[in-house]
């Protein structure tokens, strides 16, 4: 059930995408949308950007109530500095990190972070929460990166909903 539920978020984060890029597509004069066409790519990036929401919300949530915390060596760490054009503009870094899970086995996971850093580098030990049944799903201790990108998701189908609407009221009357 679990690999389900994390196809369907992955599957609506590319459905999201793909709303998106219809929309860059129009905005362009690249391609021309019906009322009907634009409110159906509306609800899809609605319905998308909400289940991958969903699915990083509810990893979020298990990690919070049945995660452990361990000791992890950090893999190997890259910081890069992300700029969207009039958008976004954040540091992003991804962290890979290698711990022994409460079974014994050696895990290899990561997360992405939006922030520098700090003093962090590859060798060092790191406390790190993670699923245990689900190993590879981590998050550092003190608070899970996760839970602003299904922000940011929810933001964009809430968005892409007020849009479907809009454009269901001019088709529909």
């Given at each position: 059930?679990?690999?389900?539920?994390?196809?369907?978020?992955?599957?609506?984060?590319?459905?999201?995408?793909?709303?998106c890029?219809?929309?860059?597509?129009?905005?362009?004069?690249?391609?021309?949308?019906?009322?009907?066409?634009?409110?159906?790519?509306?609800?899809?990036?609605?319905?998308?950007?909400?289940?991958?929401?969903?699915?990083?919300?509810?990893?979020?949530?298990?990690?919070?109530?049945?995660?452990?915390?361990?000791?992890?060596?950090?893999?190997?760490?890259?910081?890069?500095?992300?700029?969207?054009?009039?958008?976004?503009s954040?540091?992003?870094?991804?962290?890979?990190?290698?711990?022994?899970?409460?079974?014994?086995?050696?895990?290899?996971?990561?997360?992405?972070?939006?922030?520098?850093?700090?003093?962090?580098?590859?060798?060092?030990?790191?406390?790190?929460?993670?699923?245990?049944?689900?190993?590879?799903?981590?998050?550092?201790?003190?608070?899970?990166?996760?839970?602003?990108?299904?922000?940011?998701?929810?933001?964009?189908?809430?968005?892409?909903?007020?849009?479907?609407?809009?454009?269901?009221?001019?088709?529909?009357?």
């Open positions: 059930m679990t690999s389900l539920r994390r196809v369907i978020g992955q599957a609506g984060a590319g459905l999201g995408i793909l709303a890029l219809a929309w860059i597509l129009v905005i362009t004069d690249v391609i021309v949308l019906s009322t009907g066409g634009s409110l159906v790519v509306s609800a899809v990036g609605a319905a998308g950007f909400g289940a991958a929401s969903a699915d990083k919300l509810r990893a979020a949530a298990r990690l919070r109530t049945q995660g452990r915390i361990t000791d992890a060596t950090i893999v190997s760490l890259r910081e890069r500095f992300v700029s969207i054009p009039s958008e976004v954040e540091w992003v870094t991804t962290v890979k990190v290698s711990f022994t899970d409460a079974s014994g086995h050696l895990i290899n996971a990561g997360y992405t972070g939006h922030a520098r850093a700090e003093g962090k580098r590859e060798g060092q030990t790191v406390q790190i929460v993670y699923d245990p049944s689900r190993p590879v799903s981590i998050a550092p201790v003190g608070g899970d990166p996760r839970v602003i990108d299904a922000f940011v998701l929810a933001l964009g189908s809430a968005v892409s909903a007020g849009m479907a609407v809009y454009f269901a009221v001019r088709a529909f009357g």
